[in-house]
């Protein structure tokens, strides 16, 4: 069966700092790996995806995700966290089979002034 | 070109009753999944449907809950007979899918928050 594991229920981090948000995934075949996030009382939203080729993603609001075989990683990072970047975030991968997106259970990004 | 649209937003019900959950996907988006959300957990999938068809229902509690996507409308999650632990909110998103691909993304709406006293 697909998985994805997110090992940090919270993550603090100073703004200006870098940020990691961590993922590991467990799948048969290649991996589809996505990158969501929540903000409160919202939707989720997409920040960028995995599927073939360059192993460094870039996606939205300046996140980018270093994807992994050896390690079967797909961190989250950001060079430089904003406040506004505080937020819940969701690694999640595409079961090929039954086309389900299969969410991990989510890390808490908290960005401090 | 509006994105996934979800009603009611909040919905209170009491034990008993039963809660309707409206979604219309993107235009053009001919998938559609429902996700349940308990308060500081993950999002648990519950069932995936194509227009006229579940074809997958593997997450869908087997009494209470149904779901359908007709041919014209709204995807509708049903829930019967409410309960407290039904409380939770309840998120549908959409994908425009190409057969045999599985490469993109899906598209959430902003929930439907129910609960249930």
């Known amino acids: 069966a697909q998985s994805v594991a997110q090992p940090e229920d919270q993550v603090n981090v100073a703004e200006g700092n870098p940020l990691t948000v961590k993922c590991t995934y467990s799948?048969?075949?290649?991996?589809?790996l996505f990158w969501y996030v929540q903000y409160p009382n919202r939707g989720l939203q997409f920040l960028l995806k995995?599927?073939?080729?360059?192993?460094l993603v870039k996606g939205s609001y300046g996140f980018e995700a270093e994807f992994n075989k050896s390690q079967t990683s797909f961190h989250l990072k950001k060079p430089s966290a904003l406040v506004s970047d505080s937020a819940l975030y969701f690694c999640?991968?595409?079961?090929?089979?039954?086309?389900?997106?299969?969410f991990g259970t989510g890390t808490r990004l908290q960005v401090f002034p | 070109n509006a994105g996934v649209m979800q009603n009611p937003r909040h919905l209170v019900r009491r034990r008993g009753q039963e809660a309707r959950l409206r979604c219309s996907p993107m235009?053009?988006?001919?998938?559609v999944y429902w996700y349940r959300q308990l308060p500081e957990e993950g999002l648990k999938f519950m069932v995936y449907?194509?227009?006229?068809?579940?074809?997958?229902e593997s997450g869908m509690p087997k009494e209470r809950f149904s779901a359908e996507f007709p041919k014209e409308g709204p995807s509708i999650l049903r829930i019967q007979q409410v309960v407290r632990g039904d409380s939770a909110a309840y998120f549908c998103?959409?994908?425009?899918?190409?057969?045999?691909?599985?490469?993109?993304?899906?598209?959430f709406g902003e929930g439907s928050r129910l609960t249930v006293l």
């Open positions: 799948v048969s075949g290649n991996p589809y």
């Open positions: 998103a959409s994908s425009e899918m190409v057969a045999g691909d599985a490469t993109g993304e899906l598209f």
């Open positions: 449907l194509q227009k006229e068809n579940i074809i997958d």
């Open positions: 999640a991968v595409r079961d090929r089979n039954t086309d389900k997106l299969i």
């Open positions: 995995y599927i073939t080729g360059d192993n």
């Open positions: 235009k053009g988006h001919s998938h």
